[in-house]
T-cell receptor
Framework: DGGITQSPKYLFRKEGQNVTLSCEQN?????MYWYRQDPGQGLRLIYY???????QKGDIAEGYSVSREKKESFPLTVTSAQKNPTAFYLC?????????????FGPGTRLTVL | AQSVTQLDSHVSVSEGTPVLLRCNYS??????LFWYVQHPNKGLQLLLK??????LVKGINGFEAEFKKSETSFHLTKPSAHMSDAAEYFC???????????FGQGTELSVKP
């Protein structure tokens, strides 16, 4: 099956700890994206990558970091510098980077800080 | 700059009645517009998209949307609601830069039996 997988589905973190969320795609897409979703709000862009070994900050990058060493993988690290990390995190990928291309989403990871 | 506004945060309909979810957009160029659906604790699924072809766009599960440039609207409709349509719906506009998207706040659709 082609698609996007995110793991784990649920993640609990103690304050002060870094945690890494996994995102893998087997769609052979060039571009990948990380979003944060809070209750009653739309999605906000954290980071995106249009090509391997390159990525750009989105609208709310502070307290997060990413890497793109392989085309199919785009892990997100939530660092201790992120003041309010409890949220639902969604990864997406897209074949190209034009305005008419479609983003496909993974099932999400719910992060809770204890 | 681009923006999108979903006019209703919550819509409730009875099963078998029509659905209307309203979306207005702002864009300095001809936009690409999308509707996505999200069921609880799930990822987003594309319902339909408009990319400057036909103004009436048909999507999955009987949904359709009409692009009206004069009204800057892209409302989502369905003739007859089903219980399985209960979900959160997002209207989205493309930023035309790196494939980035701008999401509306979402409309929660409830379907009563």
């Amino acid at each position: 099956d082609g698609g996007i997988t995110q793991s784990p589905k649920y993640l609990f973190r103690k304050e002060g700890q870094n945690v890494t969320l996994s995102c893998e795609q087997n769609l052979n897409h060039d571009a990948m994206y990380w979003y944060r979703q809070d209750p009653g709000q739309g999605l906000r862009l954290i980071y995106y990558s249009q090509i391997v070994n390159d990525f750009q900050k989105g609208d709310i990058a502070e307290g997060y970091s990413v890497s793109r060493e392989k085309k199919e993988s785009f892990p997100l690290t939530v660092t201790s510098a992120q003041k309010n990390p409890t949220a639902f995190y969604l990864c997406a990928s897209m074949r190209g980077s034009t305005s008419t291309d479609t983003q496909y989403f993974g099932p999400g990871t719910r992060l809770t800080v204890l | 700059a681009q923006s999108v506004t979903q006019l209703d945060s919550h819509v409730s309909v009875s099963e078998g009645t029509p659905v209307l979810l309203r979306c207005n957009y702002s864009s300095s160029y001809s936009p690409s517009l999308f509707w996505y659906v999200q069921h609880p604790n799930k990822g987003l699924q594309l319902l339909l998209k408009y990319t400057s072809a036909a103004t009436l766009v048909k999507g999955i599960n009987g949904f359709e949307a009409e692009f009206k440039k004069s009204e800057t609207s892209f409302h989502l409709t369905k003739p007859s609601a089903h219980m399985s349509d209960a979900a959160e719906y997002f209207c989205v506009v493309s930023r035309n830069q790196g494939g980035k998207l701008i999401f509306g706040q979402g409309t929660e659709l409830s379907v009563k039996p």
